[in-house]
């Protein structure tokens, strides 16, 4: 006995299958769509979050290095040369003073100073190098605590001292240049303002020698 065969029912059946089989085919297109969105979308939260942590970074640096340079700054700052120049009979006195926590080495300071001779008061200016001072240290030097640089070191008295500018390497032998006005780092422009604040050389009475001093200690190093 032959089997009923219904077209319709055939067809139907066809068409169900088909149906079934588009669905699926949308159901896998959606979930790949929808996993491929999730990856780039992690990807770009990830290329964001590394960018920020980037800046952060960067930025961090870049204010490490800005609040090393102030601290290295401030610690220059704290090098101060000055004079006394008293009356009434008492002497007159250079001070010298570091008052970081570092020594400074090869000071030189220049002096506008008048000094006594056989005749009038001769006014000139001198050079001198002070060398290492240690931290938290004042030199204290008195008008006739200099000798003339010369082969017979012939002793000298000041009748005033006044500081023009003086330079110095700190303790990791960064040198600086204060002017009185100006606290200069950059090596080219120390030797530049040495060379214009010379003064006229008829005025130059060439290198002193540190002959007598005194020590004292800042009472507010740091």
Known sequence: MAEDTNPQTT???????EARTR???IVIWA???VTILGTVGSLAFGAITAYLDYQVSVDQLGQSEEEEQERIRDQASKVAVWSENLSEGRQFKLYVMNRSLAPIHNLRIRLKSAYFTKGPVTWATFTFDAGTVPPCTTLIIPADGFLYAQKDRKPV?????DPMWFYFHDGQYRMWMNTGSDLISDRDTIFDEEDRRKGDPEDERGYLVLNKLSKASPADCK
């Open 157 to 161: 008295e000041l009748a005033m001292m």
């Open 11 to 17: 067809a139907a059946d066809d068409t169900s299958d």
């Open 31 to 33: 979930g790949a769509i």
């Open 23 to 25: 669905g699926r085919r």
